[in-house]
């Protein structure tokens, strides 16, 4: 998780919403008990937040009681650190779950992808697995985390051309109807995907025995049972799923 991930969310807000979560992440992530204005300063650029050296810091922070207080000095410059009411503020503002570190980072990770993906259909389903990780439904944001890279795979794996399409598919199911249209895709097994897209060159071997692996969790989620994946099982699935399907 990075300063720029972190206030991508907000950096259209207020300039005391964007101070607020950049005085959260360095408490949160980088264990900073306090800042200064200086500091808060080279946050701020370094998450290329615009006009960051003109921002008149000291007054904003000044005036955010009491979201902030001083907590003491370094020499001459005040030291600033978030108060709880801060803390709930920014939680709020961000839509974070109360207590999961995992989970807020999640969140944060899927809404930066989010913003650099252009399919609707494909927003649509993590824009959901955000919704279900913020209230803690674990089972139902791996189900839609899967949906939206499925529909991923099936978009790329049908940009290669019906042709080569069949061509794979039919040597892993031999009774499969032949693919004319984007839509057919739909009647093949997702294994059979994962299989067909090594075949195009879409995947290597251990990325789709990483997505075979991801495609367990689905179902093990999806499926009735007693099974329940905690939130370092989902980040190793998103982080997984980002780094093979969204590169």
Known sequence: MTIVEFLNPVKKKSTKDICLAAMYFSQRYQEAESLTVEGLRALLKRAKIPRAAQLNLAATLAQ???????????????????????????????????????????????DELISTIGDKDVCDYLN?????????????????????????????????????VNTALAKFDPKAKPIKKL?????????????????????????????EDCLNLRNKCGHPGKYKAGPKKVSSFIEDLVSVVFK
């Open 128 to 164: 959901e697995a955000v919704k279900c990780l913020q209230v803690n439904a674990i089972r139902a944001s791996v189900v839609f985390l899967w949906s939206g890279a499925v529909k991923k795979i099936r978009d790329d794996v049908f940009a290669c051309g019906a042709g080569s």
């Open 183 to 211: 839509d057919d895709l739909v009647l093949v097994k997702e294994s059979t995907l994962l299989l067909v897209s090594q075949e195009l060159g879409l995947f290597d071997k251990n990325q789709r025995s990483v997505l």
């Open 64 to 110: 955010s009681a009491p979201y902030v207080d001083t907590i003491g000095k370094d020499g001459k410059r005040f030291l600033w650190a978030l108060t709880s009411t801060g803390e709930s503020y920014v939680r709020e503002l961000l839509e974070l779950p109360a207590h999961d570190i995992e989970i807020e980072n999640d969140v944060a990770s899927l």
